[in-house]
């Protein structure tokens, strides 16, 4: 905990009590070749079909903001240990995204041939690649969290949340396109139930995961729990922020086609709220998110400066 | 080790010492229901979409051999444990074969409408419900491991071997239907590495996980590289014997479409060495799997009688 001249502590709004800058945290800069850095080593370990690690590395090596891997580095700084210690959490969850964003954009799915300005992975080499180069990167997840893990116990723990994570996130998926709700809910239900699932789960089970890696063998302690809350409130601030840019910006800045919710007839926040109030709802869970990493300042500046990045993200 | 009236340890091969009948062995009809039963009952432990669990639930109850279910818990017995040990290990390793014919059979990879004489999942569900079920069974596959676990290490060793054995059977169909292999290899070392990969990998899973649960904590006891043995012979034969099927019987008598590796092009061991060739091959690997059984005898005598009913089947 750091202490002002006058040995007050600190609290956790006033880490960053300038305005956000618009551009990127200087953490990314710094992490952002970390995670390219572990992915890369983590899938030299393991002997693939040439074309598969071709599809696979293309896949996950892409760009994209590393967001999951982010979280989960940060995380591990959160709970005052060496982010190192949550490298195979990062690559994991970094898996587990670009597994579904594989999947997400098969002609049957949302048919997309275009992401991060580049050819979809199916479009690149084959729609039958496509599906397996998906289910082996949902597969490696576990491999690179368990061949990598310190301790087995761990190890258990680490995958539980990731299954938890992206079943849920499937789950979500399957709700956005599909429907299937429980029934008797309202249309806020069910966009909550989405987002919670789809985004949500696995960016909260980044922040857990991480937080696991950096407290192991504390299990147990209570900013377990803090770092819950906060991944809970940022999951869904970034989907709604998502939905707004998808309504607000070009196919030209997003660097993926715009508008294609609407297109769609896609139940999104702004759909359903309108601009103004998601915009304000978008403030009220950035603020239960810097609530929540109040115990762990200064060591969660990292998470609050990601918290305020992703509140204003152009992209 | 069970011993005759006068002392003589028996060998593995005596375990069965007449013909095998062409029936199914006696375990089969005493496991099977509690697969089933196991199945049901972890699925129900989780909240998912109605539709997503209806067609999850289709793709992984409707029938099937329940092979790789039987050798974790038939593996547990060989070590001398109580089957039940081996639940949740069995019912991963199922969810992870149902994913994988769920994916192998959507259009743009075989194209099979029929499985089982039932619709496919994506002709039942559509496809996109295809994929997504195929990547809930996945992820699912590891949760069921890590929530039902007493042990947080031993679900980690578990995911271990489930997500080696899952990684190479993406492999191994990679190899099987879109090449990619290392230069300078024989027809006959692709056949092997598709093979080894592609079936072989979640039987030899399935056979270690059964393993070590029953073993636990003892995991580097020596009946666990005796089971690793078993299982790569009997995964290899259980191909053979596939290929085998699929140009001696007709699609009724399976129950999938029959003749389709010929149509395709395909490699496999009767294209490759001749069906008698083939047979010859089925017994080596017959006689090095009773082989490595032998240690574990009497305990071992389902997975012996298995490998007969492997051997013999006629779908």
Redesign the interface.
Known sequence: MTTTAGGRARQPVDIRPEAPAPGEPRFVAELTPRVDEAIRAALAR???????REAVEYSVLGGGKRLRPLLAMLSCRAVGADDRLADSSAVAVELIHA?SLV?DD????DDDSLRRGLPTTHVRF???????A???M???A??V???A?P???????L??E???G??GM??G???D??????PGLTPRQHLDLIHHNKTGALITASCRMGALAGLWPRADHPHLAALTAYGNAVGLMFQIVDDLLDVEQTTEQLGKRAGKDEQAGKLTFPGLLGVAESRVEVDRLRSIAHAALAPMAPDAAGLADLCEYLAVRTK
Chains 1, 2 share one sequence.
């Open positions: 393991y002997t693939l079909p040439a074309r598969l597994f999947h098969l002609p049957a799915m084959g729609e039958a690649m496509g599906i397996l998906g289910d082996a949902l597969s490696l576990f491999q969290l368990t061949d893990a301790d087995a116990a761990l190890a258990g723990r995958c539980a990731l299954a938890q992206t079943t499937i789950a998926q399957v709700y396109t599909l429907g299937g709700f429980p």
